[in-house]
């Protein structure tokens, strides 16, 4: 089992930024990947960024430039910093964990709200 604790959501005014945080705990495999999906009212949850298990980066279109996904492995943690902040990013904020083994294990944190607004 793998325990992930975000951190970082909140209000924000357009144009502002956030930085998120979730730290991962417990059985952790050294072939993982680990990143950020959201989910806006009305919507499917979508990818925002990620690690892969190869320890490259994919990034939605919408959040390229503005968006920069970052990871501690020593404290199995990440980071997603949020720049330029728009009304449309308002979202609920999810932590994405993967242990890759013989099978493909997913976790997901409680989510953390974001909200643009002025």
């Known amino acids: 089992q793998v325990q992930l604790v975000e951190s970082g959501g909140g209000l924000v005014q357009p144009g502002g930024s956030l930085r998120l945080s979730c730290a991962a705990s417990?059985?952790?495999?050294?072939?993982?990947?680990m990143g950020w999906y959201r989910q806006a009212p009305g919507r499917q949850r979508e990818l925002v960024a990620t690690?892969?298990?190869?320890?490259?980066?994919i990034y939605a279109d919408s959040v390229k430039g503005r968006f920069t996904i970052s990871r501690d492995n020593a404290k199995n943690t990440v980071y997603l910093q949020m720049n330029n902040l728009k009304a449309e990013d308002t979202a609920v904020y999810y932590c994405?964990?993967?242990?890759?083994?013989?099978?493909?294990?997913?976790?997901w944190g409680q989510g953390t709200q974001v909200t643009v607004s002025s």
């Open positions: 994405n964990f993967k242990n890759i083994g013989t099978q493909i294990m997913t976790y």
């Open positions: 690690f892969t298990s190869g320890g490259h980066t």
């Open positions: 417990g059985i952790i495999f050294s072939m993982n990947a």
